[in-house]
Nanobody, 116 residues
Framework: QVQLVESGGGLVQPGGSLRVSCAAS????????MKWYRQAPGKERELVAG????????TYADSVKGRFTISRDNAKNTLYLQMNSLKPEDTAVYYC?????????WGQGTQVTVSS
């Protein structure tokens, strides 16, 4: 079955960098677009970035444009989110998302905390 497993979250100081990963299995990863979402405490889940099956084009929320980079390695069935110049408001649980045929799949999430 489809599985999405995030990793790489943690505590980082403002201005720092972090890369989160999402290992995908159970479907032909290279055939599907992927997305990263995040959810901060008390807020709705929001779309952070998206990437096509081939890797381009990519799209970003205005709040992360120029700081975050979404990428993928289709040979490793892995999705990435490189986060630079992190701000306290980037603190959230980060989720990867895939829509495979008619079904939507989420990972369990990885916590990113930006604090001094």
């Amino acid at each position: 079955q489809v599985q999405l497993v995030e990793s790489g979250g943690g505590l980082v100081q403002p201005g720092g960098s972090l890369r989160v990963s999402c290992a995908a299995s159970g479907f032909t990863f290279s055939n599907y677009a992927m997305k990263w979402y995040r959810q901060a405490p008390g807020k709705e889940r929001e779309l952070v970035a998206g990437i096509s099956s081939a890797g381009v084009p990519t799209t970003y929320a205005d709040s992360v444009k120029g700081r975050f980079t979404i990428s993928r390695d289709n040979a490793k069935n892995t999705l990435y989110l490189q986060m630079n110049s992190l701000k306290p408001e980037d603190t959230a649980v980060y989720y990867c998302y895939a829509r495979v045929r008619i079904n939507a799949y989420w990972g369990q999430g990885t916590q990113v905390t930006v604090s001094s």
